[in-house]
């Protein structure tokens, strides 16, 4: 059981590349989110998915995208990497979106754009 | 949308005081509020949630308290240990669940020996 997946771990690109980062968790769970995380702003949802083939927008959505055509994996793509989307990514899941319980992280991307 | 408010952005207290660590929510819809803490360098880890139909809620040394009418709930540190330090964040949602989560930006904690 590895729980939450991400892949890679570090990553650095140039401006305009498109690259996609992998999520994938191994415990049937139903909500997977991503999130990046930059220095004195926390954790911000960028989209989300309540199950397969259902997605949705987060707080901060604009370049990139996403979708969900397995329970197990969540790919998020940057479509034409800016400076602005340099970051860590944290993907995470949970059992379910409608009860309170744990969301498992992944340990990250740190994602650099030059 | 949601908004999270926390502070203070950096604590440092004496091993064995206790630490308390504030956040105030806009959304009076918002009714789960779980805390995260993440070492440095790890990943984020849920360390105890409350629900809007309750008050308090403990666990151990750590214990949260949720005020509705005032829209605020703090996280509570008793006996600090050098392990605790860490930074911590709040959170809040609607749906009782982790469905669009808005996160705090977070209190770093030092407890000093």
């Known amino acids: 059981n590895a729980g939450v997946t991400q892949t890679p771990k570090f990553q650095v690109l140039k401006t305009g590349q498109s690259m996609t980062l992998q999520c994938a968790q191994d415990m049937n769970h139903e909500y997977m989110s991503w999130y990046r995380q930059d220095p004195g702003m926390g954790l911000r949802l960028i989209h989300y998915?309540?199950?397969?083939?259902?997605?949705d927008q987060g707080e901060v959505p604009n370049g990139y995208n996403v979708s969900r055509s397995t329970t197990e994996d969540f790919p998020l793509r940057l479509l034409s990497a800016a400076p602005s989307q340099t970051s860590v990514y944290f993907c995470a899941s949970s059992a379910s979106s409608r009860v309170g319980q744990p969301q498992h992280f992944g340990d990250g991307t740190r994602l650099s754009i030059l | 949308g949601e908004n999270v408010e926390q502070h203070p952005s950096t604590l440092s207290v004496q091993e064995g005081d206790s630490a308390v660590i504030k956040c105030t929510y806009s959304d009076s819809a918002s009714n789960y509020f779980p805390w995260y803490k993440q070492e440095l360098g790890k990943r984020p880890q849920l360390i105890i949630d409350?629900?809007?139909?309750?008050g308090e809620k403990k666990d151990q040394r750590i214990a949260v308290t949720l005020n509705k009418t005032a829209k605020h709930f703090s996280l509570h540190i008793t006996e600090t240990q050098p392990e605790d330090s860490a930074v911590y964040f709040c959170a809040a949602s609607k749906n009782f669940g982790n469905e669009k989560l808005t996160f705090g930006t977070g209190t770093r904690l030092t407890i000093i020996p």
């Open positions: 998915s309540v199950g397969a083939g259902i997605t």
């Open positions: 409350i629900r809007s139909n309750v």
